[in-house]
Structures are given as C-alpha cells and as structure tokens.
T-cell receptor
Framework: AQSVAQPEDQVNVAEGNPLTVKCTYSVSGNPYLFWYVQYPNRGLQFLLKYITGDNLVKGSYGFEAEFNKSQTSFHLKKPSALVSDSALYFCAVRDINGNNRLAFGKGNQVVVIP | DAGITQSPRHKVTETGTPVTLRCHQTENHRYMYWYRQDPGHGLRLIHYSYGVKDTDKGEVSDGYSVSRSKTEDFLLTLESATSSQTSVYFC?????????????FGNGTRLTVT
C-alpha cells in the first residue's frame, strides 16, 4: 500500500529565509503527489500537485515542490518564508496502479519566526 | 473556499451515545469523503461516497456508518461513541475520481467523547 513519510515534526525558519518541508513516499507504481496546508481551525487547502512532466511544480502562495524519482521524494519549498506561512503541511500520495486511495503523511508544523 | 459546511463544528458526547455529523456541499460534486485527523497519524479515510446511495469503506471504518440520500449531503454516524473516536472529523469533496483531482475540505468537526 502507498505511504508517505514526513520525517520532521516541526520546522522552524526565520522570516525571509528559504523554507523546505520534506516528504518521501512509497508506492508500487507511478505516484501522483500532493501538498496541502492547514491553518488553525480550518480544513486542508490544496497547494500543488505532481502528475507527470516537469519535476519542479509551482503552486499557490509562492510554493513549489521538486519531484525526485530516484530518491522517492517530493519536498516542498519556498524561497522566502513569511510569518503567514506558519501552518501545518501535509504531503499525500496516490498510487495510480493501486486502489486510488490518497495516503497522507502525519504533517509538519512550520513555524516562521519574525 | 469550496462550498462545504460541516455541522456541528464542536460536539461533546458521552460514551455509548449515537452521534451524527453532517456534511453539506453546494458544488454538486459526485465524490464525498469523511476523514479523521489525529496527532501523529495525519488524515485517515473513514468512508467515502461515489454517488447517491453509493458508499464504500475506508481504512478506519469500524464503528462508523455513512449515508448519502442526496448529492449535497453526506452523513457520518457513530452508532455508539467510544473515547477512541475523539478526533477532528473532516469532510472532503472532489468533482472527479481521476487520480489527479485534488480534494476540497470543510472546516472540520471537533468531537470529544467523554
């Protein structure tokens, strides 16, 4: 079954510095990969997805993610973090050769320090 | 935000009582999902629906049932609530079942079982 690992519970970064949130995945076939963000007391919001094509995917709010097939990773990045980027970030994967279930990681809390 | 309303937003109930959570959407999307969110587990799928009166189990369906009598409403019922069902419950919708279709989430229901 497909799975996602987000190895860090919390990522602290100073405002204006680059932000990276790590995600590795495991699927039996080709992956469809997603990033979602959750603000306090809200549902998850879709940020970006990788399906095929260019390994660098651009999404909402200045975020981008890089797909690396050899390392089975899909790290989320932002060149210059804002205090308003402080939130919980979830990576998710679908196995297109499997059961179409969307498997979520446990989430990473991002704290941007002013 | 997608037109998804979850009710109630908060509920406290006692062990052994039945509880029904409601998800209402105004997007006319075919697919609807119920997830639970717990610290350290990310989001886990409870049940989903692919049309009126068409539902299926997710990965953590024990102790839960669902019903969908209208396109816009998807109900989640805990027949006899237990403390292990204390969680935040999210409804999600998608227009298509295609692998690259992102989910849109409601703002959640925080359920406490005492």
């Amino acid at each position: 079954a497909q799975s996602v690992a987000q190895p860090e519970d919390q990522v602290n970064v100073a405002e204006g510095n680059p932000l990276t949130v790590k995600c590795t995945y495991s699927v039996s076939g080709n992956p469809y990969l997603f990033w979602y963000v959750q603000y306090p007391n809200r549902g998850l919001q879709f940020l970006l997805k990788y399906i095929t094509g260019d390994n660098l995917v651009k999404g909402s709010y200045g975020f981008e993610a890089e797909f690396n097939k050899s390392q089975t990773s899909f790290h989320l990045k932002k060149p210059s973090a804002l205090v308003s980027d402080s939130a919980l970030y979830f990576c998710a994967v679908r196995d297109i050769n499997g059961n179409n279930r969307l498997a979520f990681g446990k989430g990473n809390q991002v704290v941007v320090i002013p | 935000d997608a037109g998804i309303t979850q009710s109630p937003r908060h509920k406290v109930t006692e062990t052994g009582t039945p509880v029904t959570l409601r998800c209402h959407q105004t997007e006319n999307h075919r697919y609807m999902y119920w997830y639970r969110q717990d610290p350290g587990h990310g989001l886990r799928l409870i049940h989903y629906s692919y049309g009126v009166k068409d539902t299926d189990k997710g990965e953590v369906s024990d102790g839960y049932s669902v019903s969908r009598s209208k396109t816009e409403d998807f109900l989640l019922t805990l027949e006899s609530a237990t403390s292990s069902q204390t969680s935040v419950y999210f409804c999600a919708i998608s227009a298509k079942r295609t692998y690259n279709s992102p989910l849109h989430f409601g703002n959640g229901t925080r359920l406490t079982v005492t």
